[in-house]
Nanobody, 124 residues
Framework: HVQLVESGGGSVQTGGSLRLSCAAS????????MGWFRQAPGKEREGVAA???????SYGDSVKGRFSISKDNAKNTLYLQMNSLNSEDTAMYYC???????????????????WGQGTQVTVS
């Protein structure tokens, strides 16, 4: 079993920045993908950013150039640096881990094996 615990969410003004963290713990599970998803009220959960085990990163179209995902393997921690935030980024953000790919991408919700509890990001 894998436990994912997010932190770093909060309220920020338009144009501001936040950095989310996700501490992973658990057994010998070796995810192929670690990533961030988000869900706004009334909308489906969507992939924001992901990093594969080989270090390859992928981003949702709406966050490209503004968000950056990284991973500290020594600390088993995943990060999401979010810059130039706008109201469209307001959502609950979830850390996720996937052993495989669905549809050839780490950003598909159907790939996810484990979810964190989520951290709220509000931009106003």
């Amino acid at each position: 079993h894998v436990q994912l615990v997010e932190s770093g969410g909060g309220s920020v003004q338009t144009g501001g920045s936040l950095r989310l963290s996700c501490a992973a713990s658990g057994s010998t599970y070796s995810p192929r993908c670690m990533g961030w998803f988000r869900q706004a009220p009334g909308k489906e959960r969507e992939g924001v950013a992901a990093i594969a085990s080989d270090g390859t990163t992928s981003y949702g179209d709406s966050v490209k150039g503004r968000f950056s995902i990284s991973k500290d393997n020594a600390k088993n921690t995943l990060y999401l640096q979010m810059n130039s935030l706008n109201s469209e980024d307001t959502a609950m953000y979830y850390c996720a881990a996937a052993a495989g790919l669905f549809g050839g991408t780490c950003l598909d919700v159907r790939s996810v094996d484990y979810w964190g509890q989520g951290t709220q990001v509000t931009v106003s």
